[in-house]
């Protein structure tokens, strides 16, 4: 049914598993549209726990790499037309009517980091980095920005973004963006007993809990998503952001890079 992901049920618990260990998880236009196929059939099914997870050692390393070839040559409007594909999944994320439940098994960069923010709760294996990545290829993480500050906090948010610094697990748990961190021998039996814990609660209650929260602390409005979506689709087609990209294809520094301190 999918090529880049997988979805598995046991007992009351699906299973969102990114599916390409030989790429890191790396996700490309193919897996942006079958986790929103995924988390479809999930709906389809009415279920009511999701925890999407990474196949292997590696939870995602954020854009596929042949993805970002063919991005980097894109005209404004494809690069929008892309960018609208990739809200609209963060958004099926977090609107999801079942609970979301993020099980980071190893490293999370850029767009992985904004599945997490969009999941209603996340653990995390201990070992785990984190990053946006996006600054140092003269680009920006637009899209997922909404997330990452719901979740966190603005001061989390400015520090980490404009720097691009990577953060470990307990890191991530300390500005809440995970909520448990496990050792890598207690993270199966940890997630484990997260799930027993959500089951114990009603379905529908957790619905509402839901659609309460979502009232409180809205998901982007329209004009914050589009804001978004042209902001990243306009430093795809600039100036840095084609030397930024180029740069990393090209195993060299950019050209804008500074490291004279005085």
């Known amino acids: 049914m999918f090529e ?22 790396a996700m490309n236009e193919t897996m942006q549209a079958e986790i929103m ?36 040559d894109f005209s404004f409007e494809e690069n929008l037309k892309d960018s609208k594909k990739l809200a609209l999944m963060f958004r099926k994320i977090r609107e999801a009517s079942f609970v979301t439940v993020a099980a ?17 709760m996340a653990v995390a294996k201990r070992g785990s980095m984190f990053s946006f990545g996006e600054v140092k290829l003269g680009i920006v993480p637009a899209v997922i920005a909404p997330y990452i500050v719901a979740k966190t906090n603005q001061s989390a948010a400015r520090y980490y973004m404009l720097t691009g610094e990577r953060f470990d697990a307990d890191r991530a748990y300390e500005v809440g963006l995970v909520h448990k961190v496990f050792d890598e021998n207690e993270f199966e039996e940890g997630l484990k007993k997260l799930l027993k814990q959500i089951l114990t609660g009603g379905k529908n209650s957790q619905k509402l809990i839901k659609r309460l929260l979502d009232h409180i602390s809205p998901v982007p409005s329209k004009e914050t998503e589009d804001f978004t979506v042209e902001m990243i689709a306009r430093a795809r087609i600039s100036d840095e952001g084609q030397e930024g990209i180029a740069a990393f294809f090209e195993k060299r520094k950019p050209s ?5 301190i005085e």
């Open 37 to 72: 196929m995924a988390l479809e059939e999930v709906e389809l099914q009415k279920g009511r726990l999701c925890v999407i997870t990474g196949a292997g050692s590696v939870f995602c390393a954020g854009a596929d790499l042949n993805w970002m070839r063919k991005m980097k």
């Open 4 to 25: 880049t992901v997988k979805l598995e049920k046991k007992g009351n618990v699906h299973y969102l598993i990114l599916n390409r260990p030989e790429k890191r998880n």
């Open 104 to 120: 980071v098994n190893g490293h999370a960069i850029g767009g992985a980091v904004g599945i997490i923010s969009a999941c209603d």
């Open 256 to 260: 804008w890079l500074e490291d004279k």
